[in-house]
């Protein structure tokens, strides 16, 4: 979801943990726009399609760290899937293809893990030099 109009915030939010990832947290994108994101549910069939339904359960969220959303306005944005392999862990798959194409998976590296992990970026530069 999306905050409509300015932003309250100059610094990223990321409330306490759930049991199924980090919850709702708040982040500024670079135009400067708030967003709320993600939540986590689970899907029978894939589906991008982002429901105004689900406003009251981003308010009532974001209002444990944010009492003043309730004078806001929020708006259906992007979405995306993230898997979960079920096991609470992460996976790195190497497959090489053929000759030329190797494919490298990194699944449920649950944030910030794959954006600040020098040892995973590490094995994964490995693994292309493997690869080449």
């Not at 992460?90 to 893990?113: A, D, H, T, Y």
Request: glycine share 6%; hydrophobic share 35%; net charge neutral.
């Amino acid at each position: 979801m999306k905050l409509e109009g300015d932003s309250p915030f100059s610094r990223l939010i990321y409330p306490i943990p759930q049991k199924d990832g980090l919850g709702i947290h708040s982040t500024i994108c670079l135009s400067g726009e708030t967003h709320f994101g993600p939540d986590t549910e689970q899907l029978k069939s894939i589906n991008f399609d982002v429901s105004r339904n689900l406003e009251n359960k981003f308010e009532k969220s974001i209002s444990k760290y944010w009492s003043k959303i309730k004078d806001r306005n929020l708006v259906p944005d992007y979405s995306g899937i993230r898997t979960k392999i079920g096991a609470n862990d992460f996976c790195i798959q190497n497959n090489k293809i053929n000759q030329n194409i190797s494919l490298i998976n990194l699944f449920e590296i649950e944030s910030p893990g794959l954006t600040s992990s020098f040892a995973i970026g590490e094995f994964v530069k490995n693994l292309v030099i493997e690869n080449k």
